[in-house]
């Protein structure tokens, strides 16, 4: 079992940064690749970025590259996603999400956050 409370949403302008974190419970966290997806209304759940179980092997969607940092810090059981220069089209609930394979697809992912909203007004 693996349970995932993400944090740090809120409202940002354009141009601006924020920092989301999602807390792990569980020793077993280190064992975990863990990926930040994001769902905006009336879209499908996206794939942002993924991390494998180390945090030496990283990946973005294209059109937050650059922008976007992911990382972990398992000593303290904690993801977290680094955004920088966000766009209004960045708007969107921001989920964590923890599973055994490193991957874009949802359905690789057991454990989900119940999400956190980011909102980037222009």
Same mark, same amino acid.
């Given at each position: 079992?693996?349970?995932?409370?993400?944090?740090?949403?809120?409202?940002?302008?354009?141009?601006?940064?924020?920092?989301?974190?999602?807390?792990?419970?569980?020793?077993?966290?280190?064992?975990?690749?863990?990926?930040?997806?994001?769902? #905006?209304?009336?879209?499908?759940?996206?794939?942002?970025?993924?991390? &494998?179980?180390? *945090?030496?092997? %990283?990946?973005? @969607?294209? !059109?937050?590259?650059?922008?976007?940092?992911?990382?972990?810090?398992?000593?303290?059981?904690?993801?977290?996603?680094?955004?920088?220069?966000?766009?209004?089209?960045?708007?969107?609930?921001?989920?964590?999400? #923890?599973?055994?394979?490193?991957?874009?697809?949802?359905?690789?992912? &057991?454990?989900? *956050?119940?999400? %956190?909203?980011? @909102?980037? !007004?222009?």
């Amino acid at each position: 079992q693996v349970q995932l409370v993400e944090s740090g949403g809120g409202l940002v302008q354009a141009g601006g940064s924020l920092t989301l974190s999602c807390a792990a419970s569980g020793r077993t966290f280190t064992t975990y690749a863990m990926a930040w997806f994001r769902q #905006a209304p009336g879209k499908e759940r996206e794939f942002v970025a993924n991390i &494998n179980w180390s *945090g030496r092997v %990283t990946y973005y @969607t294209d !059109s937050v590259k650059g922008r976007f940092t992911i990382s972990r810090d398992n000593a303290k059981n904690t993801l977290y996603l680094q955004m920088n220069n966000l766009k209004p089209e960045d708007t969107a609930v921001y989920y964590c999400a #923890a599973g055994k394979e490193l991957g874009r697809t949802p359905t690789l992912y &057991n454990y989900w *956050g119940q999400g %956190t909203q980011v @909102t980037v !007004s222009s």
